[in-house]
Structures are given as C-alpha cells and as structure tokens.
T-cell receptor
Framework: GESVGLHLPTLSVQEGDNSIINCAYS??????FIWYKQESGKGPQFIID?????DKRQGQRVTVLLNKTVKHLSLQIAATQPGDSAVYFC??????????FGTGTSLTVIP | DSGVTQTPKHLITATGQRVTLRCSPR?????VYWYQQSLDQGLQFLIH???????AKGNILERFSAQQFPDLHSELNLSSLELGDSALYFC??????????FGNGTRLTVT
C-alpha cells in the first residue's frame, strides 16, 4: 500500500495558539489530499481538501499547504480551541485510485 | 452529522461467528467504501462499491465480503470471526472524485 506518514504522533498546544500538523506522503502521482478530524467515538470528519494544482487553501480557521516538491502536506489551525482536540489524519489519493490514510496525530489543546 | 448511517454501533460476538454491518450512504452518493480501524492503526481500506458494482478491493480477507444494493445501502459481512477482527469498521460515501464522508462506525468486539 501507499505510505502516508505523520511527523509527530502527538501535539499539545495552548488554547488560542496556532497549531500546525504535518504529513509526508510518498506517491508523487497523488493529486487529491484531504485532512480529517476524528474525535473519540466518532468517524473521521472532513475538514479541508486540496488538489495538486493548488499550493494553499483556506477554510474557516484552517489552512492546508501543499508542497509537491518535497511531498509534504500541512494543516494549520488558527486560534486553537479545546474543541479542536482530536486525532487528525491526512489522506492522499493517487490519480483514480483509492485514498490512503496516515496513522494520525493526536492534538491536545491545553486550556 | 455526515449523513452516513451505520448500524449497529456496537457488536459483541464470539469467535467463529458471522456478523453483518450495515451502511446507508449520504443521499445522492453512489460510492460506498469500507474501512477497518484497529487500535493504534490508521484506516485500512477494505472495499469500494460504485452504484452496485465492486470497484476496488484493498486489504480485505477472504472471510469478509460486501455488497451494495439497488437502493445504494451496503452491507459488510464478516465470517469465521477471529479475535484479531475486533476493530472499528467505518463506511464512507462520496460523489465521484470528491471527498469521503464517514459514518460513526461499528465497534466490533470478538470474544
């Protein structure tokens, strides 16, 4: 299968600070990337996506950056809130193929 | 709420038994995916159906099978269950070439 890895398995941030979660992907043919948030007892929830023809995409309090040169994806969360505490997964999709998921980064927001 | 419904939420059964997990996709989504998530593991792709037909198989055991019905709901059948099959099983649905939207999963415990 594909290799989608996360640089840090855990991340703790102070409430109000910005969070950055990183992800390395292995398939240079991947053209679609998604960040998911998974809270305890729930399924992964779509946060934001980006296609390979873009470098940056912004949502509400979140920004995804894509660096195709080094095959790196990051999720930035502005003004992190306690409700942001969860496990975050990145997913990549090689063209026409299935999605491959990383093992996740656990984000803890300290009040 | 993603709009994807999975039943049951919890299932406890004994080794050697057979169970059926059910998934109703979001309205309008023709694709249904099944994923397995074990403790400390990422999401492992099992199988993908599109409009009733199997599209792709991932790491799905021969003891496992699935189908998608004309009304687009899907069932995942797990037979000859082993202790190692204990996991969360997620269903996701999507419109072609768009992000996956996940249900809240079925937690299977094999004793």
């Amino acid at each position: 299968g594909e290799s989608v890895g996360l640089h840090l398995p855990t991340l703790s941030v102070q409430e109000g600070d910005n969070s950055i979660i990183n992800c390395a992907y292995s398939n240079s043919a991947s053209d679609y990337f998604i960040w998911y948030k998974q809270e305890s007892g729930k399924g992964p929830q779509f946060i934001i996506d980006i296609r390979s023809n873009m470098d940056k995409r912004q949502g509400q309090r979140v920004t995804v950056l894509l660096n195709k040169t080094v095959k790196h994806l990051s999720l930035q969360i502005a003004a992190t809130q306690p409700g942001d505490s969860a496990v975050y997964f990145c997913a990549e999709r090689p063209r026409g193929n299935q999605f491959y998921f990383g093992t996740g980064t656990s984000l803890t927001v300290i009040p | 709420d993603s709009g994807v419904t999975q039943t049951p939420k919890h299932l406890i059964t004994a080794t050697g038994q057979r169970v059926t997990l059910r998934c109703s996709p979001r309205s309008g989504d023709l694709s249904v995916y099944w994923y397995q998530q074990s403790l400390d593991q990422g999401l492992q792709f099992l199988i993908h159906y599109y409009n009733g037909e199997e599209r792709a198989k991932g790491n799905i055991l021969e003891r496992f099978s699935a189908q998608q019905f004309p009304d687009l709901h899907s069932e995942l059948n797990l037979s000859s269950l082993e202790l190692g099959d204990s996991a969360l099983y997620f269903c996701a649905s999507s419109v072609e070439n768009q992000a996956l939207h996940f249900g809240n999963g079925t937690r299977l415990t094999v004793t």
